[in-house]
Structure formats: C-alpha cells, structure tokens
C-alpha cells in the first residue's frame, strides 16, 4: 500500500476498517486500538502502560493522539478505530498533552540515573529526551518509597516507580500468581506486594522486562554493566525442551544476563526464571576450566596433550564392548553426533543419555508429539498425565492457562502430589505413585465401557481389572464426547516413572479411543537431539550399570542426574578408568574420573538444538570459553583421530551441523502392545520428585534459583494421616530405608507434615539420593531435633 | 472474561481467626454477586473484620478475609490500604472522622479539626493514650454536604457542628467504653 493510492470502499474487508494516521493510510481489524493500527505501521506513539501481551490499562496517559473532530486528545491504546477515522500523533495537540503528562510522570520520579541499572535502556529516559522538559517547574518534595524484599530474583527501587501496572497485570493475567498489588491511593499509590510475601512465580523474571523505568531490575545483574556495554547473543533455552528464545547479554565475553527474543510460536514474549537465570551457574565454584588427571589420588592441572593422551589410553585399555557412554541431556547435536559416531565406530554398544529414566520399554524413540505448542489452545479437554507442568515446562503451562483463561479448556490431572495450577482443575486426581497410574487405568476401563470396545493383549487385562467410579466416568464421558478436541500430556513425572512404558501405552489407547492427541514431553533441554542423533538406541543406563562394563567416558553429567545415583556412584568407583568431558566436576565425580577434559556449555558452543517438537535451532557461541575450556566437538574430533577413526575430518562446526540436519526424524509413537510390570505397595510408596531447579547440572549451580522457594529441601513430606499413624511431627528426624534387589539405601530426612502428599505416599526430592525405580520404602523414626 | 485465580486451599488462618459471626456476616454479602466476582464483597468483608479485631486490621486477618474469600490477599490488602474507613495499623477503638472536603471546609472543618485535636489532645491520625479514640486523619467527602461541617463517630453522622455540640459528643464519647 503506498501513501498516494487511495483504498476504495469495496476493497474493504467486512471485519476491518479503514483509518488514516498522520495522513497515512491502513486498513486494520475492526475493534483493535488506534495504538495497535500504529504499531504494525511503524507508526511511534510513546508509551509506558501499554503492552501487547497485556490487558489495557490506560493509566499513564503518555499515548495521547489527536483525533479528528473529537475536541480533546484521547489514548492511543484505549481508543478503538472507527471507519474514516484521522488520528494525528504529532499534531501540536498530541505534543503538547504528551508533554505535559511527562512533565507530571516525572514530578515523583528521582533523578538518580547515573545509579540506576535502567540507566541506558529505560523507556522514561528514552521519552524524556523526546517529550521532557530540560528543568523541572516542580519545587515541593518528592514521594519516596520503601524498598521491599521480593526475593533473590528481582530488585526495586520502587521510588522511580510510576505505577503503570504493568507487573501488576503481568501476575494476574499470564502467571495467574496475583502477587503484586497497587498499595494506598492517589499520588501515594504505590505498587506492593501483601505485606511482606515474596514474589514466587517461576516466571517472575519478565516483569523486569516489563518494567518501563528502573522500579524493578536484574538482582544478579545488579551495577554489573550498563546496557550500552553489553553484546547481545542469540541462544536457545538450556533447562527445557521447548527451546525458548533468548538473548545472552556479554561484556568481554561474559554472560551477565539473559532476555527473551519474541518467537510468537514457542515462548511468546516471555521465558521461564530458570531460563534466565538458569545460567550464572557457568561461574560455579567446581567448574572446571583446565584438563587436570589425578596421580596417586591428587588432582594436578595439566596441558591438553598429556590429558588426552591420558584419556585415549583410559579408554583403549578396556576393550570397546565393556566401554560405556553416559551423557547429559542439554549438549548440543553436535556434540552427540560425534559421541555416537564414534563410539559406534568402536563398536561399543553401551551410550545412553536417559539418565534420569528407570522404564525403557517406550523410549526407544522420539517423544510423540501430535501438534504444535500454539495448538494446545485449540483443545476442550487438556489430560496431565503426571506432570508438574508448570515446573517441567513452564511456557507448556502458559499455554495450558491461556487455554483455560481464553478458551475455557477443562484441564484434568492424574497426579502423585496436590500440586498447585495457575489454571483451575476439571478432574484433579491425586494419589500415590502406584494410585494414580491405577487411577489412569481406571479411566481408561470407563473409556472402553463407554465405547463398548473389548479391550485384548496384557495391556486390555490390565485396564479392565481397575475398578471403575463415577467421577471418572464423568471425565471419561467429557473426553469421549466427539465434540471436544482431546490433549493428552504425558509429563516428566511419567516419564521418570518405573511404569513409564505402561503408563504411555494407556495415554496412546486413550488417545485413540478419544480422538484425542499425545503431547509426550522430554526429560532435558535437548534429550530430542540426543535421540535424533542416536544416542538412545543401544543399551539403556540400567543395562550398563548392571553390566560388566568398566571404563567409562561421562559427558557432562553428574552422580545427581542418575535415577540412580547412588548405584551409579559405586559402578564408577569400581570401575577401571572413567573420563569425565564437561564443565563441572564435583566431589563425587573428582573421585570416581581419573581425567577431566574441561569442555564448554552450550551457551559457549556454536551448535544446535532439537526441541520437543523435533525443530532444529541453531546458535552461535555467546560466552567466551573460559581459561584452556575447549569446545566438546573439538575435543572429540582430536579424540577420534587419536583414537584412529576415520570420518572425524570436521574442520567447522558448520559441517557437523549439516551432516545433523541430513539425519532421519521418525515421529514419535507409542506402543500399545506391552508386557505390564505390575507394582504392588507393601508399607509407604515414594514420590521421589525432580525439582524445577535441579534438573540439569546448570540449573543446580545456579545460585539465585537456589536461592528461591522452590530450591529442592531434604526434607521427608507426609500426609497427616500417616504422620500420626507414626507418631511423626514436623522437623523429627526420620530414617528412610528403600529396598531395592537386595541392597538397601538408607537416607535420613528431615519430617515436613504435608497434606498435598496423599496418604499412604511420602514425597522426597531426587537430590537426596534415593532411587527412582522403586517406590516402596520403610521409614524409622528417630529423636526431634 | 473476569476470572480469579485459583488459589491456595490452604484456610487455616481463616478458620482460626474469623468468628462465627463474621463468618456469617461475610457469607451474607457473598450472596450478593455472582461467584467470578465474589472480589467485590471485599469491602463488607472487611467490615466485619474490622469490628471483630477491635477496628483495625492486621496482616493476619487480611489473609484470612482473602482464605474465606478465596481471592489473592493482595486484593484485600489493597482495598483496605485505599479506603480511609479501614486501618491497617492499631488504632482507637473509637472512631471520629472530620470531612475536610470543600463543602466542610468552606464551612469551618478547619475550625473543628482544631477544637477536636485540642479536647482530646492529640493530633489528626493519633489515638488518645487510653486507645480509646482515635482522630481519622483525611477524611473524604461523605455526602452529606447540606449538612456542612459534618463529623463522624462511629459511623454516625453529626452536621452543622458548633463548638458546643463538638465539645458535648466528644465528652459522651469519653465516657463510652
């Protein structure tokens, strides 16, 4: 459309309509804001309140435009287009009431610039170059706020507050954590939490963002640089596997802080806390940043050369069959390209990087995926299969909320723990970890009544000996009915689970008999990739601890991301080399490795990502390597050379890259078809529960996030119910036995009585120690401490 | 679409800290309106939290009218800390309030102001040593401008005030319990 053309009537849509601003032409949607229409058209009117993402508010009154025939200026974000309609922003009308509203914004506001982190990026500073006046006419005393405690995440400054709300809206309506609030009245408003609380939203980062002046900053961040010295790199989120967007900002190769970048399709607007702060681990006290070997039990900093020498003779020294590949889940493709080439190349059939999984009847392939992440919106009915969506994949529970929020999506939920949802519940069933599973099975016997489908194989006679009841069969009316599109979501819990593989098959049978779609997520920021470029098709972890394999290669990962960690431990202790690639080594590994390869991160690395929805997102490296830290593709070429394998003449990342994005992508499926391993209850059933900032070796370094309520605790949570039973009170110290093929493991906990532990279960998180793979434990009671 | 988010089951404090009474109170202005916009019972809520807690609020009570209520406590907070008919520090028993808004001041609340801080010998927004009464300090408009200068006490009103009439109502209110 050029200015000079005019748009005739009949070229005008029913549901649009057609405006002029500043003598421009547009045809925009019918009941969509004037600053909306001005936005799409590069059309600049200032703003402070205003945000796409967020209702309206107009209260900061900055937006004021001219209209035509209207005989004073109006808000841009709260006025809708009208046909024939001649907005003018810059007419001396709009100027003028643009001016003076500056003038009064900037009344309270203090002029400590030169010490505010805002300082360079802020939004009042930008307009107040633009719209200021040079002095201020204002000569009675300034409002002060006091400063509150929100937490280890988010400073303010709530004196260079000028109350546009926007946070205030943000915790309403996209985290639906309400935690902020505008505190008093009139020109002594003042925006405030309840007294006193924290702020606990694990999004809660974003309305730092939001925040147009410097009332609410980066607390890690804080007088660290200042916004005109920072680079800014593209990067892709390293805790989960949507693969959120985001910007590393870097002063001298460095990583400050992180941002989002808008991907309309995966994280919106918006990233996860853990995404933002997730990786200041990279500073972590054990981070490794030369090749050390240990000689007689002392570690001692060496050169590449010898290290690598050291390495190829560790891993030559046993033959390739009794050799095994443990990996983490947030390394590149890339990185994982190569291991598997090379260890295939070997011969060596024992590389896994489902660590954290103890059933492998089902994942042998990429998570089945049915739709789209901007699709979850389009479901009546939304089914959590053991998920802690929120704390798993927290943009998946933005979208679940939306849904609810927008759309009316009924959401149920199969659960081991009453965990709290910023979406209202359809169907909330909690139980223990066997409970829920049989309750799933019992939904799925009311679906096949319903349907009248006679149910065969082991999985049919699993199913039809749950019991039914009436609540179920409800849901399972809700979901049957052909009216409503149906989205199942198999959560990490699930996947983490000793029924992972049963528990997946009746979610596919579900999903069959309900027309409905699966959304399986991974476990691990890029456990897609690790399967994609094949490192979960040979043996699986629990084949390789039981195995006779003795020498070990460990590619960033821990003892803690073991389902089995203290299992894992003694194998590597017994072991005859192990070789550790990564960039932390804790204790526990500096004890079981005999040589530290230090590589880089992925926020160090140029290299690439699968997401859950087998999308492939490149990214440069953002931070600089840090002292001798080399990048792991490097390190594993020079390897395979040295190793004398051939195909390992990779010159650029970019190479690697291009062989990765030629590699098969099979969509994920689900086998109905399953022997069922029944479990049975003999006293107490564990929930040994992952938490959202311990899933990967960055996130649990990360000391602000640790720092938050929802850092992982060792304490023992139980039901009332059983408390009593066991005579146990709060803070008592209790001994907690699991029996698993004849060895017990024995951990001692800290009692928390919890009502959202069902009773007959005790909640513990994965930290601790405990096992995963087998849910009965015994507990001793011991003396209050 | 107006919506509240759902909350926390969590209701101890509620249970430990409202009466029967103001239970009964609370769930009489909750009938009111439809259950998405239970927010706005808010305000009664409050005032029957208030006379329960001896007139003014705590931090406590605050969460327990958002528990009864099942609403986020900022929602409650921020209601009582913008309506000058709630306080959220200790204060007076008893409450006199002076409409210091045009139509009273034009008619003498200044004059009024000065009398009542004299008798009870505190200032606007203290409280007598006894913690008996308390001087609201700015009180808005309340509509009753045909009856300028008007006071407050205890809800009740008093118009066209001269010096005697304050002098009487305030040594009433001394007596008082």
């Known amino acids: 459309m050029t200015e000079t053309t005019k748009i005739t009537k009949d070229a005008i849509p029913e549901n649009m309509v057609r405006i002029e601003i500043d003598d421009k032409e547009m045809i925009v949607p019918r009941g969509s804001m004037v600053i909306e229409a001005a936005d799409k058209n590069g059309i600049s009117i200032p703003r402070f309140c205003y945000h796409k993402k967020l209702s309206i508010a107009a209260n900061c009154r900055m937006c004021m435009v001219d209209v035509e025939k209207v005989p004073k200026p109006l808000p841009a974000c709260a006025t809708p287009v009208m046909p024939d309609m001649k907005v003018f922003t810059k007419s001396k009308r709009a100027i003028d009431a643009q001016r003076n509203v500056m003038e009064f914004l900037l009344i309270n506001h203090p002029l400590d610039c030169p010490i505010c982190d805002q300082g360079g990026e802020c939004e009042l500073q930008d307009q107040s170059m633009g719209y200021g006046r040079g002095v201020s006419r204002y000569v009675d005393s300034k409002r002060v706020a006091v400063d509150e405690n929100i937490g280890s995440l988010i400073a ?320 399972a009316k809700a979901l049957v009915n052909k009216d409503s599109n149906v989205l199942f979501v198999i959560g990490q819990i699930s996947n983490n689970h000793p029924q992972a593989g049963l528990i997946k098959a009746v979610v596919a049978w579900l999903s069959s008999q309900t027309d409905g779609k699966v959304y399986e997520m991974a476990t691990g920021a890029n456990a897609v990739g690790a399967q994609i470029c094949g490192m979960g098709s040979q043996n699986s972890v629990a084949d390789i601890l039981a195995s006779d394999s003795k020498s070990f290669l460990i590619y960033q990962a821990e003892n803690d991301d073991f389902n089995n960690a203290y299992g894992a431990q003694i194998k590597l202790e017994d072991a005859d080399s192990v070789v550790l690639m990564a960039s932390f080594a804790d204790d526990n590994m500096k004890q079981v490795a005999d040589v530290i390869l230090p590589i880089g991160l992925a926020s160090e690395v140029a290299g690439s990502y699968f997401n859950n929805f087998a999308q492939m997102q490149g990214f440069g490296p953002a931070a600089k390597l840090p002292a001798e830290t080399k990048p792991g593709w490097r390190v594993l070429r020079v390897l395979a050379n040295m190793l004398n394998v051939d195909g390992f003449t990779y010159d650029s990342i970019d190479e690697i890259s291009s062989e990765v994005a030629l590699l098969t992508v099979n969509k994920g499926e689900i086998d109905t078809n399953i022997k069922v391993k029944a479990q049975k209850a003999d006293d107490l059933v564990l929930f040994n529960e992952t938490t959202i900032y311990d899933v990967d070796m960055l996130a649990r370094r990360s000391q602000p996030l640790q720092d938050t309520v929802h850092a992982s605790t060792d304490n023992l949570n139980i039901n009332s119910v059983d408390a009593k039973k066991l005579g146990i009170e709060n803070a008592m110290q209790i001994i907690v036995n699991q029996k698993v093929d004849g060895d017990t493991i024995t951990q001692s906990l800290f009692a928390n009585i919890d009502d959202k532990v069902p009773a007959g279960s005790v909640n513990v998180h994965k930290c601790v120690g405990l096992r995963t793979d087998a849910l009965n434990v015994t507990l001793i009671v011991g003396d209050s401490v | 679409m107006y919506q509240v988010n759902p909350q926390e089951k969590d209701k101890t404090l509620a249970n430990e800290l409202l009466t029967a009474e103001t239970k009964a109170h609370i769930d009489g202005w909750l009938t009111k309106y439809p259950i998405d916009q239970r927010r706005s019972a808010v305000i009664g809520a409050l005032h029957a939290a208030q006379e329960q807690n001896e007139g003014w609020l705590s931090k406590d009570i605050m969460t327990a009218v958002a528990q009864y209520l ?108």
């Open chain 2, 70 to 177: 099942e609403i986020p406590p900022i929602w409650v907070y921020e209601a009582a800390s913008f309506y000058s008919m709630f306080h959220t520090q200790s204060c007076g028993k008893h409450k006199v309030s002076i409409c210091t808004n045009i139509s009273c001041m034009l008619n003498g609340a200044e004059k009024v102001v000065e009398q009542a801080e004299k008798t009870l010998g505190i200032k606007l927004g203290e409280t007598t040593q006894d913690g008996k009464i308390m001087l609201v300090k700015e009180e808005e408009c309340v509509a009753a401008c045909v009856g300028a200068p008007v006071m407050l006490i205890d809800g009740h009103y008093h118009e066209k005030l001269c010096e005697k009439e304050i002098d009487k109502l305030l040594a009433e209110l001394k007596e008082k319990d």
């Open chain 1, 156 to 475: 303010t400054d709530m004196t260079r507050c000028i109350t546009c709300t926007r946070c205030v809206r943000f915790l309403d309506e996209i985290t639906g954590t309400d935690e902020l609030g505008g505190i008093g009245r009139g020109d002594r408003t003042q925006i405030g939490t309840a007294v006193g609380r924290s702020i606990d939203s694990i999004m809660s980062g974003n309305i730092i963002d939001l925040c147009p002046v410097g009332a609410l900053t980066n607390k890690p961040f804080r007088f660290k640089a200042r916004a005109w010295e920072l680079m800014s790199a593209q990067g892709v989120s390293m805790h989960d596997a949507i693969g959120s967007n985001l910007y590393y900002h870097t002063r001298q190769g460095k990583i400050l802080r992180t941002v989002p970048k808008d991907n309309e399709s995966l994280n919106e607007a918006w990233i996860s806390d853990r995404d933002r702060y997730g990786v200041l681990g990279q500073d972590a006290e054990d981070r490794v940043t030369a090749p050390m070997v240990k000689e007689n039990g002392e570690w001692k900093e060496t050169d590449w050369a010898t290290a690598m020498d050291l390495a190829v003779r560790k891993l030559q020294a046993n033959d390739a069959k009794n050799t095994a590949v443990l990996a983490g889940n947030q390394s590149t493709n890339e990185e994982y390209f190569l291991l598997s080439k090379l260890f295939k190349a070997l011969g060596c059939a024992n590389i896994d990087y489902r660590l954290g999984q103890s059933d492998f009847t089902q994942a042998s392939g990429l998570p089945r995926m049915d739709l789209n992440l901007d699709e979850v919106g389009n479901n009546q009915q939304i089914v959590l299969v053991g998920s802690h969506v929120g704390h798993e994949q927290p943009i998946l529970a933005h979208r679940i909320r939306q849904a609810w929020l927008k759309n009316g999506s009924k959401v149920s939920i199969f659960n081991p723990k009453q965990y709290h949802f910023n979406f209202e519940t359809f169907h909330h069933y909690v139980g223990t970890q066997i409970e829920w599973v049989n309750g799933l099975g019992s939904l799925a016997h009311c679906v096949a009544d319903l349907n009248k489908v006679k149910l065969e194989g082991e999985l049919g006679e699993w199913i039809n000996a749950q019991a039914t009841d009436e609540n179920l069969n409800n849901l």
